[in-house]
């Protein structure tokens, strides 16, 4: 019987499972971050985290950081790098994941933080930053968000942030490599079928139903018959991701 | 040799005009040059192009006084709290009045800056392939590596009218020390027409020369320097000012509404005669002490003799 | 953490192997890795490709000693006497061997670097078109700007399997602090396969970390830290040693001939075990104390506090 | 009656002449890095220099450089700048004048410092380190060299540094503004002709006569008629060099 955990705290560490050791990582905020703290501290402890900032630092900040620019992220940081030269890593091809998050994701991993609605109904969104350059640049990438049926369409109306575009091929087509590798939900994990690069369920959390996913999926999502089940956190992991984010302002 | 010391108020009336491209908040969630964007808005200075990679709440707060016809950015909201209000607005409703928006990402709005800093046309990058952030921005577009023959995608020189850029130190003369996470800002410093800094410290010139590595920009390419104490709040800049998060918060909240924006403005900028009142106003109101430094974090010196 | 620290002859011997292409003297006519040269010497590594903008002296001596099949270069000879004599030799009569020389500009050589850095496969530049310097480098080809229509030159990448840099101080981490006029030194850092600091002191990674924006380049792209007081004599490494401009005025008459560079090599490279022979050499031949650095002048400290 | 002068010094007065106030100048070592201080302490006290190392600084440095990357030019300079900071001001048109050598220059400005001789007894040279750069990029360009008939031909063997090319037009086909406005050596003041971009006599030093011009010139060069004597150096203008090079090591 494990311990109570909450959805995010499972997304968390299941983002975590993605960082290999000794990797060089992209960390946003919120959730990628505790991720790369939660990995650092178990399987992956040479895994390297830079932020998208530029900011590089080996421990974490002496307090918790609201932006990646929180003065406590500089404060003994082994490097600060302009954006060029972390964009620069990111190009040049040493950075191995990425962690993006949208609020819009199609069938085949686009992303979209652009505008989503309708015409007479648009709602107007913050916009790339730099979630382009990690989709088109990273290694490979990593899309944690919720799992909502509006969040979860056929096709985003806008290509944001590219994924594997209308299928196999598609990527090379553009001059692009990598690609989306895991999509993790509050319901699921999903990867890419490597012949259509399609999104397909790779394992439904504790509780959760295909049907409830496929409710939740914009379009006929494929859920493998008798998907496995999600690894769960344990103690110690728990243990982590709370040390690191003791209000539970990005976990919970 | 001459002085470009300005106060605030004449820096911005000399060296920002109506309809010009101003990049602004290029070291992304920090130095971000309140201050100067206060001052902005009571001069009323409209018709701006605005440009920086993200834009943490200051592209927000201009839109939504009115002084902007144009945004270049990557990303334009509040970054603790998610959405800019006034952004949406102007974009889903033409409030204060329509918005155009030119779309970049991080990496090529930095090769955008990049390229006129270097006196080129374009650089060339690897990203925005395939997005249809391209369909968005006539400066992006594909074209084939004369090498290789691979596709890249050119991004088109933007040289601003003016960079505003907060620093922590700077002399009379214009140079300037900044440190930190730096983003785009040196990219910003070389590729504008002017530059204007606004600085927390003015300090003597011999205290730039001692670490001339840390120079941001030299003089020659500096119209003014303007001092301002706190002129980031509520952005950091590390030694000198931490995050006013609730500011962040606050504003979230108070600006959700025309009204409540306008109520805002009256309070925290139309309403002070200067950023000088604007300080006042952070004390009287006890935010100055969180904000303040609680422990120096020294360098280790870098040694120039010989 | 994993400690890259290495001796010098360790450092070379695991990540410097023959034929391979070694960016050296990044930074113009100081922070030259001489120490560094003078073990490849030793260590008789030959068939390399040297890059570099610049090549105050430490080219001509690798081409003399016959560990160089090919410079890629905007200069090479000796920045204080003008001629290189090796060089000559090589290019003029092959002795020692034939060298194959790749002529750059200052500017496209830091573009070629830059490109590689950048990962992207060139970079435009405006320089070096009507020059007969593209015909003696195929990296080189103008072509036209995607917006402008105007003619570029490209500049393809260049990316050495090897950067071996001089700096003043690194942490056995492979995190770097170097001050100075820098050259073309970060981009050869980022572009390199393998980075190799030559350090003249070793310091703890807080030493480092008190100033992150001196950092020349993170641990993880740096394969071996080597310290090596001195190492870069007889170039000037600010704060720690300065140039021994008499040196390089001897190797110029000593290198007139080849008989006269043999003996040199004999005396002041092969004929010493390792760089403490050579420092303990250079201290009873009482060159030490001209090159000592005299008075110190120490950075106004920067404040990292928050 | 002027105090004596060295044919270096009156070529270090000639070329501060070509610094005008409040411009930023490429200065490099020897004669032009004196020319700039000479003109500093003279007629343009606002003129910016800019090494090509990208060393830039108000003050002249505590003690005499052999080369521009010299500890003493370090200490005390407003920046320390990358190449690629340095070589951006030059090619974004901040740089209003350029000063280089050569070891042979023709009838049309273009400057070769790479290989001179013919095939089987060729002898090479330096290369063109930043000299190509100043050459391409710099507003105008001031070239300061001996003249001897071996150096001045009537075509380089190798264009190291781009002048006119091969006359008129040219630098436009190329894709080059700017372009060499003075040619300074130790007999006479050169421009180039506004029609024909060749470079023609503009002063002769004094003592100079038109036929020694023509005799160390590899090509019919043209004289005019009566030509102007260049102006000389007063007292303080030797005052001045001879303060900044006691030794007399750059400019006798």
């Given amino acids: ?252 | 040799m001459e002085t470009k010391l300005y106060t605030l108020p004449e820096a911005i009336s000399l060296f920002v005009r109506p309809g010009d491209t101003v990049a602004m908040g290029t070291a992304l969630e920090s130095l971000i040059p309140f201050a100067a964007g206060h001052e902005i808005v009571r001069q009323e200075i409209g018709d701006l192009t605005l440009v920086g990679p993200i834009s943490d709440m200051l592209f927000d707060l201009l839109i939504g006084a009115g002084c902007v016809r144009r945004v270049v950015a990557a990303w334009v909201g509040n970054v603790m709290m998610g959405t800019g209000y006034n952004f949406r607005r102007a974009v889903e409703r033409g409030a204060p009045h329509p918005i155009e928006v030119v779309e970049h990402t991080n990496l090529t709005l930095q090769a955008a800056l990049k390229a006129a800093a270097q006196g080129l046309p374009f650089l060339p990058t690897r990203t925005a392939l395939g997005s249809t952030i391209l369909e968005r921005n006539p400066g992006l577009k594909t074209f084939r590596c004369p090498f290789t023959g691979q596709t890249l995608m050119a991004v088109s020189a933007l040289a601003p009218d003016v960079a505003i850029l907060h620093v922590q130190r700077a002399d009379a003369l214009g140079n300037a020390h900044v440190w930190g996470n730096l983003g785009v800002t040196q990219e910003a410093a070389f590729a504008a027409e002017r530059v204007i800094l606004v600085a927390d410290e003015v300090v003597a010139p011999w205290v730039i020369s001692s670490d001339p590595n840390r120079t941001l920009v030299p003089g020659f390419r500096v119209a003014a320097v303007a001092e301002a104490r706190w002129g980031s709040h509520p952005s950091p800049c590390q030694g000198y000012t931490n995050r006013d998060d609730g500011f962040y918060r606050a504003y979230h909240g108070a600006s959700r509404t025309r009204e409540g924006f306008e109520a805002w403005l009256d309070r925290y900028v139309r309403g002070v005669e200067d950023h000088g009142a604007y300080v006042r106003l952070l004390r009287d109101e006890g935010r100055l002490a969180g904000v303040a430094v609680r422990e120096h974090a020294y360098t280790v010196a870098a040694d120039y003799g010989f």
Same sequence: chains 1, 4.
């Avoid at chain 1, 992956?44 to 900040?61: I, T």
């Avoid at chain 1, 394992?203 to 999926?217: F, I, K, N, Q, Y």
């Fill in chain 1, 1 to 252: 019987m494990s311990t109570p955990y909450t959805a995010g705290e499972l997304m968390i560490f299941r983002a975590a499972r993605e960082i290999r050791d000794r990797e060089l990582v992209f960390v946003g905020m919120r959730l990628p971050l505790l991720a790369y703290l939660l990995a650092r501290s178990t399987h992956a402890p040479r895994a390297v985290g830079l932020f998208e900032n530029g900011v590089l630092r080996d421990q974490p900040a002496a307090e918790p950081l609201i932006t990646m620019s929180d003065p406590p992220n500089l404060r003994g940081a082994r490097m600060c790098m302009g954006m060029e030269t972390a964009m620069g890593l990111l190009q040049a091809g040493h950075v191995q994941l990425g962690f993006i998050g949208g609020a819009e994701i199609d069938r085949y991993g686009n992303l979209n933080t652009t505008e989503v609605g309708v015409d007479d109904a648009v709602v107007r969104l913050p916009g790339s930053g730099g979630a382009c350059d990690i989709a088109c640049l990273a290694g490979r990438l990593v899309v944690v968000m919720k799992h909502e049926r509006r969040r979860f369409v056929e096709r985003v109306r806008h290509v944001t942030s590219p994924g594997y575009g209308t299928g196999r091929g598609w990527r090379d087509a553009q001059g692009l490599g990598g690609g989306p590798s895991t999509v993790i939900t509050d319901k699921a994990v999903f990867t890419f079928h490597p012949r259509t690069r399609e999104m397909v369920v790779s394992s439904l959390h504790p509780g959760v139903t295909p049907d409830e996913v496929r409710a939740l999926t914009g379009w006929p999502v494929v859920v493998p018959p008798d998907p496995p089940r999600t690894e769960e956190p344990s103690e110690t992991d728990l243990a982590v991701i709370r040390r690191y984010d003791p209000e539970g302002f990005w976990s919970r």
